[in-house]
């Protein structure tokens, strides 16, 4: 049975962490599920190798282990081998407490099971995309992350037919380059779907760019980049997208993950769009 942790506790704590353990709770608390090796790239890059980044960074994670902040699932990516960046991390209950200490904003949460090795996968990836655009804009100079939403936060809703309708995708980015702001609406795709479900995610998109608010809110619609596994999923998308849309807006971007540094960085071509 786990030891109840109390808030005269959870404050004597506050007093010990330090600024990156608290913003790596908070980055726990916005990605659900999250690697070592990512929880380093974001939070602990002053060390002198990847391999000193690396033993830091679990050292901090066992420490908020052993306050009770943090819990690893048991399932590990990669493989025992892969030693400690193959844990898989989340908050517990009382480190959602601890960020939420005199905050007035108490939530109630559902316990943690052990998720399906699909559902894990695809939130390791969208954690991944997290980091991955909170690197790019690091090493930019030009660049600045004004918005990062993960779900639910991300999530827009809007009235379908007279009913309520949510478009959610899976991140939000706002980046700065200058006095130019760039909108992102970013999707994970594994190839576990089909091509039609796909384009019932897109229409949904189409659905609500026709509704204006994000338009008359920001003065632009954001794109929408699909982040698929491989060059072959990625014609499929395109094909399918662009053979459905030939006459609708063109505001899909089908790109692969290492492509997002120069599509975030350099901006893109608008006969790339489908």
């Given at each position: 049975m786990t030891k109840l942790i109390t808030d005269r506790t959870l404050r004597a704590y506050v007093e010990r962490l330090s600024d990156r353990d608290v913003a790596i709770l908070e980055s726990l608390a916005k990605c659900t599920f999250m690697l070592t090796g990512?929880?380093?790239?974001?939070?602990?890059?002053?060390?002198?190798?990847?391999?000193?980044?690396l033993r830091a960074t679990a050292r901090e994670?066992?420490?908020?282990?052993?306050?009770?902040?943090?819990?690893?699932?048991?399932?590990?990516?990669?493989?025992?081998?892969?030693?400690s960046s193959s844990l898989v991390w989340y908050l517990s209950e009382a480190g959602?407490?601890?960020l939420e200490l005199d905050s007035g904003n108490k939530k109630s949460r559902k316990r943690h099971l052990e998720p399906s090795l699909n559902h894990l996968n695809h939130t390791i990836a969208v954690s991944a995309c997290y980091v991955q655009m909170h690197v790019i804009c690091r090493q930019n100079s030009e660049l600045s992350l004004s918005q990062a939403d993960?779900?639910?936060?991300?999530?827009?809703?809007?009235?379908?037919?007279g009913n309520t309708a949510q478009l959610k995708?899976?991140?939000f980015f706002a980046t700065k380059c200058g006095e130019y702001e760039?909108?992102?609406?970013?999707?994970?795709?594994?190839?576990?779907?089909?091509?039609?479900?796909?384009?019932?995610?897109?229409?949904?998109?189409?659905?609500?760019?026709k509704t204006n608010l994000e338009q008359r809110k920001h003065g632009v619609f954001p794109v929408t980049i699909w982040l698929v596994p491989?060059?072959?999923?990625?014609?499929?998308l395109q094909t399918a997208i662009s053979e459905t849309?030939?006459?609708?807006?063109?505001m899909f971007l089908i790109i692969m993950p290492d492509e997002l540094d120069e599509l975030i960085a350099r901006g893109f071509d608008a006969k790339d769009l489908c």
């Open positions: 990512q929880i380093q790239r974001l939070h602990n890059t002053d060390a002198s190798t990847q391999t000193a980044a994670m066992k420490k908020l282990k052993e306050y009770g902040l943090v819990k690893h699932l048991g399932r590990r990516i990669g493989g025992v081998r892969a030693g959602h407490r601890l993960t779900e639910p936060d991300c999530w827009r809703s809007y009235s379908h037919h995708p899976d991140l760039d909108r992102w609406f970013i999707e994970i795709d594994l190839a576990t779907e089909s091509p039609t479900t796909i384009l019932k995610k897109c229409e949904r998109y189409h659905d609500y760019y491989d060059k072959a999923r990625k014609e499929v849309y030939k006459k609708g807006v063109k």
